[in-house]
């Protein structure tokens, strides 16, 4: 009773590079890179709101480039590289996140991870960016507490430590 | 043991020996939600659970006629297929102000979304094609979407008569209705030289919390069941499963994992007595897991029509103001009835107004049960009355602040009159004046700019009852139990802060357990913004509770007289000077261990008569300014300030206040400038799921935002504290229509405030106008 007798697809094997660790999965062709991560790999920190590719909740980086995962397949990232929270906090708390809590942005929470992938990802490609680019860049991660204006300066003030340690 | 029936009263600042209550101590389970190790519902796992989806038809209104289950009972992996006839008859009704939802569709499908048919499969997938798989016959019926529909003499009737017999109102589409009033409208409305009479509109807006939600239930050894619910309000939940079902209290255990967000919407039962039975049906653990297409269907805001007429003397004091409001509340009542009478209680504003008179109803449609949702009922009506003031403001020649300088109350001064008045429990003008000054009301507006300023007030809860136990363990740590659901507001934080301070224990040393009926006490429920002041109170009062049994066995413990001793935050006093309470407890405890445990409770009684069960225990009170630049050729808005500045009696964690506050203003800048829920004519609900409903974003945050805080120390919560949670967002709309209509001329009096409308505002202007 498996799901290829409901959807006759088949099943994929995908071999990538999850948080610096080569892993393994057999996933049905048609199961998202989220889903894949979720039910598959039991990485629970990335969240799933829209599942359409509208929220950034599922954000993490593949390839080094920003990705909703609920818009990829897991089959795609055969062969990549690819980087969720847990893999990003495998140290412990990162500037970044430590300037989330300072800058009060932590609310429900459940929008967060996404969007420290997202803020994460664009101090790593612009790291001086401005307040309007910080906006743009994160304005396809949704937060219904709406800690927007927190996230910025949190944003901001960690951009500032990751100068001042260069 | 602390007088458990204190009244609630302003305790006043506690100047001095305040270490951490005050300061910006960081979110308690803040970690686990930067690195993604906090646990929503949907990241708990259950060894075998099943998992269940549910058929729907995509119309709004219609009959069932017959339903085919064999399709689905011969899909791969099905465990059941359940309808209305599998259920006990008559299928169970249940609701918190009404009995009126039932268990599961029966009959009859009241709004697009709800559950006709549900499937109880081995996986996620196999639920779902199954769910796909049943045949619902039906006849679609003429359903009403509107409110001029509703109230149509051959109106359609949402609800059967059958549904509620003994109500006068049950051939109509009216749920309930209320009137307010004070001095006599009629009779001399007609001599103030400015009247001014418009219809305004609020729309149906859905909470789309990041996390959509769902259901866990298992069925325990006992006949018992436990359900996994993140919801606000735990201990009705574990009510209403017990009623529903019949189930003693103590076998139906509530496990509420934290809220991934919840602003109102997650506060009542809507499936969890369906997924109950399935649960106890299957004797297997059932989960649903909510797609946010599926929380769209399951909450709203109701939306409202206003029509009013205000009058006002020639220097701009209010005269009278009369009001006609209308709540779309969708197709069971939930909450709704209240959320019409609170709403249009404080409907007039915080206004010294001599003659007023508000008639109101919750209209039933077939759309979705309106519930909860942060503002409750203030956010529409407050609409139209600011509206109302600023159009006043216009005709006389003054300006958003200086009318609202005119008719504001002082502190201690009704707003409310006749037989159940109101009064100011705050010194709300020093709001108004600092939004004002934030905003740089006296600079010149920039060219091409519009100001405006607006106040917003809510009453907060009318009744209440928290309860707390704290623990102080030998090593000097320390636990409370506390049942509010801290779905973002921070409530934990606020427990620990006041643990700190209270019996001096590190903030680092202190666990707070919440989210589980089996060992938490009871709680009524997490709305209203009532939890800091309420189980502040339970949990200060179980504080002081520890102090003084520290102070009996210390004294016991030493041969001390009691008569020598006293306590104080974090102390003992005793002759020969103050020792930490961590010192004394265990001096107190001594070989044998133990700890300390202490218990309090904070009880609101109600007022007979009261239209609302009782006077509120605070109000919130919020004054908001924005300014805004309009593109004349395409009606966009660009908002380059936006001030909100709450009455806030005493700030517990600024950071935390600063976070609430700026969430509720940019929310309120959703039904403000871009969100509503649409419905085509057959019922259904067009822009159903992120791609199509809009809410704010990053870029939609004010170019400047500043939100700010007056402390007077005049609230009735630990420190003196208020409520401050929906603050920031009941005046939003005011002030964004208000600077709209600086910007160009006209105002606009439908939300959302969207680009077309204002387009469409400008050009039906500029035609009016000689050329
Ligand atoms: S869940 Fe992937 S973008 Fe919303
Ligand atoms: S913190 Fe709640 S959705 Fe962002």
Request: proline share 5%.
């Given at each position: ?41 039991g ?20 390839d ?35 300037e989330f ?25 612009n ?21 927007y204006?927190?996230?910025?300066q ?13 | ?18 270490r ?13 939600r930067?690195?993604g ?8 796992t ?12 995509p119309?709004?209104?219609a ?30 009704r ?9 268990v ?24 779902h ?15 009403v ?11 359609h ?17 009216v ?6 009033a ?5 009779s001399?409305?007609?001599s103030s ?16 919390p990041?996390e ?17 619910s ?28 934290d ?12 499936y ?30 109701s939306?409202c029509r ?44 915080p206004y010294?107004?001599?003659?007023v ?13 309106s ?13 139209a ?13 003054l ?17 409310i009159?006749?037989d ?6 705050g ?7 600092k939004a ?28 209440g ?24 507001q ?17 903030l ?18 997490t ?77 609101l009684?109600?007022?007979?008569g ?50 609430q ?5 940019i929310?309120g ?26 809410i ?25 504290c ?6 920031a ?7 964004v ?5 600086d ?29």
């Amino acid at each position: 009773m498996t799901e290829s007798s409901l959807h006759p697809t088949s099943e994929v094997a995908v071999a990538l590079e999850l948080n610096g660790n080569l892993v393994h999965a057999t996933v049905p062709a048609h199961r998202t890179l989220l889903d894949m991560l979720r039910d598959d790999l039991g990485l629970l920190g990335t969240k799933r709101c829209c599942a359409e590719g509208e929220c950034g909740a599922c954000s993490v980086l593949l390839d080094g480039e920003l990705v909703n995962s609920c818009l990829v397949l897991g089959a795609e990232a055969n062969g990549g590289v690819l980087l969720t929270i847990e893999g990003l906090s495998m140290d412990g708390v990162t500037d970044l996140q430590a300037e989330f809590l300072a800058a009060g942005a932590v609310q429900c929470g459940v929008c967060i991870p996404g969007q420290v992938m997202a803020a994460e990802q664009l101090l790593r490609t612009n790291p001086d960016a401005s307040r309007d680019e910080i906006r743009d860049a994160m304005s396809g991660n949704l937060c219904r507490c709406a800690s927007y204006q927190r996230i910025v300066q949190a944003i901001q003030a960690a951009a500032v430590g990751r100068r001042s340690d260069a | 043991m602390p007088d458990e029936n204190q009244k609630l009263s302003s305790s006043g600042p506690n100047a001095g020996t305040h270490r951490v209550v005050g300061q910006p101590v960081h979110r308690y389970g803040g970690v686990d939600r930067v690195t993604g190790a906090q646990r929503y519902l949907s990241d708990i796992t259950f060894a075998n659970a099943a998992h269940v989806a549910f058929a729907t038809i995509p119309v709004g209104c219609a009959a069932i006629d017959a339903i085919d289950t064999s399709p689905a009972w011969a899909m791969p992996g099905v465990i059941a297929v359940v309808h209305a006839d599998d259920l006990p008859q008559p299928v169970a009704r249940f609701g918190v102000s009404h009995k009126d939802r039932p268990v599961i569709a029966t009959k009859m499908v009241n709004y697009h979304g709800e559950p006709v048919v549900a499937v109880v499969a081995e996986t996620e997938d196999e639920a779902h094609a199954a769910a796909n798989a049943a045949v619902i016959h039906y006849t679609e019926l003429p359903g009403v979407y509107g409110l001029d529909a509703a109230l149509a003499g051959d109106a359609h009737l949402v609800q059967d008569p059958s549904v509620r017999p003994r109500d006068d109102l049950n051939s109509t589409n009216v749920l309930e209705q209320v009137e307010y009033a004070w001095g006599d409208v009629d009779s001399d409305g007609i001599s103030s030289p400015t009247i001014i009479e418009d219809t305004y509109t609020f729309p149906m807006v859905t909470h789309f919390p990041i996390e959509p939600g769902g259901i866990v239930a298992a069925p325990t050894d006992d006949g018992g069941i436990e359900i996994y619910s993140p919801v606000q309000h735990p201990y009705l939940l574990q009510r209403t499963i017990a009623d529903v079902w019949s189930i003693p209290l103590s076998r139906v255990r509530v496990i509420a994992p934290d809220p991934g967000g919840g602003f109102g919407g997650k506060q009542t039962p809507r499936y969890e007595p369906l997924i109950a039975f399935l649960a106890l049906k299957t004797g297997r653990t059932c989960r649903l897991v909510l797609s946010l297409e599926e929380a769209f269907q399951l909450m709203r805001r109701s939306g409202c029509r206003i029509h009013a007429r205000t009058g006002f003397s020639e220097s701009g004091e209010l005269a009278f103001h009369e009001m006609q409001v209308d709540f779309v509340v969708g197709a069971y009542a939930d909450v709704a009835p209240r959320v019409m009478t609170k709403g249009s209680y404080v409907g007039a504003g915080p206004y010294r107004i001599p003659r007023v008179s508000i008639n109101a109803r919750a209209v039933l449609t077939n759309t979705v049960p309106s519930c909860a949702f942060r503002g409750f009922g203030a956010p529409q009506v407050g609409w139209a009355t600011e509206s109302q003031l600023d159009a006043g403001a216009r005709a006389l020649g003054l300006d958003s602040l200086e009318i609202r300088r005119r008719n504001l109350v002082e502190h201690d001064e009704a707003f409310i009159r006749g037989d159940y008045e109101a009064r100011s429990d705050g010194r709300w003008h020093e709001s108004l004046e600092k939004a004002a000054e934030l905003i740089g009301w006296h600079e010149p507006t920039p060219s091409g700019r519009g100001r405006g300023i607006a106040v917003g007030i809510k009453p907060g809860a009318t009744t209440g009852l928290s309860q707390s136990l704290v623990r102080l363990l030998y090593d000097g740590s320390a636990m409370a139990y506390a049942g509010t659901s801290d779905m973002g507001q921070g409530a934990r934080t606020l427990w620990k802060q006041i643990l700190a301070d209270e019996l001096g224990v590190d903030l680092d040393l202190i666990t707070i357990i919440s989210g589980d009926t089996n060992s938490v006490p009871f709680d009524l429920q997490t709305s209203a913004s009532r939890s800091t002041v309420f189980m502040g109170n339970a949990v200060l009062a179980a504080c002081e509770d520890i102090r003084d049994r520290v102070l009996k066995l210390y004294a016991e413990a030493t041969g001390t007289a009691q008569s020598e001793l006293a306590h104080s935050p974090g102390q003992l006093v005793t002759p020969s000077g103050a020792i930490a309470l961590v010192e004394a407890a265990q001096t107190a405890l001594g070989g044998l261990r133990g700890e300390f445990v202490g218990q309090g409770t904070c009880r609101l009684w109600g007022e007979k008569g009261h239209p609302l069960g009782g006077d509120a225990a605070f109000y919130e009170f919020n004054a908001t300014a924005i300014e805004v630049e309009v593109d004349h050729a395409t009606g966009e808005i660009l908002l380059t300030k936006h001030v909100t500045v709450g009455d806030v009696g005493t700030e517990i964690n600024p950071l935390q206040v600063v976070s609430q506050d700026e969430g509720a203003a940019i929310m309120g800048l959703g039904h403000s400038l871009m969100e509503q829920m649409l419905f085509d004519d057959n019922g259904q609900i067009v822009n159903l799921g992120a791609i199509d409903y809009r809410i704010p974003t990053f870029n939609d945050v004010a170019l400047d935002m500043q939100t700010a805080s007056i402390e007077n120390n005049d609230g009735p919560g630990p420190y003196g504290c208020k409520g401050i949670s929906e603050g920031a967002l009941l005046c939003t709309a005011g002030a964004v229509g208000a600077a709209v209509a600086d910007a160009v001329g006209t105002p606009v009096r439908e939300l959302p405030i969207t680009a077309e409308r204002v387009w469409r505002t400008i050009r039906d202007a500029n035609r009016d106008s000689p050329v």
